[in-house]
């Protein structure tokens, strides 16, 4: 059961982010089912939990996918499922790269900003987590001041979804493609499971968001930040699952003779670096409006943007290894 | 009496008997001392071959000294070379060591300028890195305010960018 009411704090905050823009096909269906089997799984080990959704830059005359998921998920208490409707100006003033359509990871960060749980998972919404993953958070173990990496097995994408069980999941000969990850960073996929207490994760500030001319490696390039922060990087030991390669893989070859151009940004942007967001990082300046049941409206303002170009906001690891020192 | 017969040329029976005698005897000692003389001969010609051989034995000897000495001067000239050689290692050897103690120092040192150099090579390549993000950001924002200001300049003047007279 998530948790509920005016209770203490969950054990686990999920943020995702989406819109109801049917991105990558059936975007909502493939959502909605993988959050309604880790919802059960999670309920089933008695995990409390929170589900965190950030609807970013929604687009016009369309339903909000917030208010799409409270109807779906109309049984589950207001305070355990929140929804951050942001203001599309939001996506117009932060924008650094006008191919981007969708800053993934600023949006993410909304999530992070305010969540309530002990520990925040930041993932994807077509995810679903393994049986040992509900294992690990059923022990609650985890330890603060660990970032926890699961890789992501890639499941062939013509499978039936409709009915979709661990069955399915755990068929070895549903796995197309195991996302092997590898220390020190164990990045590859790395934004479909971020695992870190929330504490640090904000102190972390979340992902980058000095440099939003990509959104392609801000996942790993949040690993970097953690590792150059001296913040262990672990695999939790079990996999994540996925439904086919991603949009990704499935676009990545268009742009191989131009990747500058691509949706996501240049893939060959230097994502070594590390970054410190601002005070204001996660749009905590905006101000806030309910405007349905655990509904919450990021409402434009000037304030809660920080300035186009931040350079301090860039370090070499090595600086800041001299700075602190 | 004895003398006038002598004289005469007379001698008694018994004088001649021991004349005889002291013939005999002389003969028998002459025969001996013949005898004598014949191994004096052959033990002359012994001491004879002796003294050749060692004659020769002296002149082997003599010759083996010669090159004995020859050789102890060869000895001696090769003992002093090998010594000469010798104090030539030692001195090359403490040069050796001398050199082995300042290329290991230098190897040391070349060693820590390396790891220097290697860490440097790391800022300056984390700092390069760091830069080309800056520049990416400068570049991108310089793009966006380009737009808005095209937008922008656009909208107050009534022009349409398809007409080629914006901005």
Redesign the interface.
């Known amino acids: 059961m998530m948790s509920g009411g005016a209770g203490p704090a969950p054990y686990l905050t999920i943020i995702a982010t989406g819109r109801n823009d049917d991105f990558g096909g059936d975007f909502n269906g493939r959502f909605f089912r993988a959050l309604h089997f880790n919802h059960q799984q999670l309920v089933a080990a008695g995990i409390t939990h929170e589900f965190v959704f950030v609807e970013w830059r929604p687009i016009d005359r369309r339903p909000l996918l917030a208010s799409l998921l409270a109807d779906e998920f109309a049984e589950v208490s207001s305070l355990s499922l929140r929804s951050f409707v942001v203001d599309p100006a939001y996506h117009d003033a932060l924008s650094l790269n006008p191919r981007l359509q969708f800053q993934e990871f600023i949006a993410k960060n909304v999530g992070i900003r305010r969540a309530r749980g002990e520990f925040v998972l930041t993932t994807n919404t077509d995810i679903y987590f393994s049986r040992g993953v509900i294992a690990r958070l059923k022990e609650a173990a985890l330890k603060s001041g660990v970032l926890y990496r699961a890789p992501r097995h890639d499941l062939k994408s013509a499978l039936d979804v409709s009915d979709i069980g661990w069955d399915v999941l755990e068929d070895e000969r549903n796995c197309e493609v195991v996302n092997a990850i590898r220390p020190p960073l164990f990045t590859n996929a790395s934004g479909d499971f971020l695992l870190l207490d929330r504490q640090t994760s904000q102190q972390l500030r979340g992902f980058n968001e000095i440099y939003r001319v990509a959104k392609i490696h801000i996942d790993g390039n949040f690993c970097v930040k953690a590792y150059a922060s001296d913040i262990p990087i672990v695999d939790i030991g079990a996999p994540v699952y996925h439904v086919g390669r991603g949009t990704l893989h499935a676009m990545r070859s268009m742009y191989n003779a131009s990747p500058g151009d691509a949706p996501w940004g240049d893939i060959r942007w230097k994502s070594d670096v590390v970054y410190d967001n601002g005070d204001g990082w996660g749009l905590g300046l905006a101000p806030e409006r309910e405007i349905d049941r655990g509904t919450t409206f990021l409402a434009f303002d000037w304030h809660a943007v920080g300035p186009m170009v931040d350079l301090r906001g860039v370090v070499s690891p090595g600086v800041r290894q001299e700075r602190a020192l | 009496m004895k003398r006038p017969r002598r004289i005469l040329g007379l001698v008694p029976a018994s004088g001649y008997d021991a004349l005889d005698e002291q013939r005999a005897k002389a003969e028998a000692r002459a025969g001996k001392l013949a005898q004598q003389l014949e191994e004096y001969k052959a033990n002359s010609r012994v001491w004879k071959n002796k003294a050749e051989d060692a004659l020769g034995e002296l002149r082997k000897a003599q010759e083996a000294t010669a090159t004995a000495q020859k050789q102890l001067r060869q000895t001696e000239k090769q003992r002093d070379e090998h010594w000469k050689n010798a104090q030539k290692l030692k001195e090359d050897s403490e040069k050796l060591r001398r050199l082995q103690q300042e290329r290991a120092a230098e190897l040391l040192d070349l060693k820590q300028r390396l790891a220097d150099s290697e860490r440097d090579l ?2 300056a390549r ?2 390069l ?2 830069i ?3 520049l ?6 310089a ?3 380009d ?1 808005r200001t095209r937008e922008l300049v656009t909208r107050r003047s009534g022009l349409g960018t398809e007409s080629g007279t914006a901005v």
């Open positions: 790391v800022v984390e700092q890195m760091a080309e993000v800056k990416d950001i400068l570049e991108g924002a793009n966006v305010l737009g």
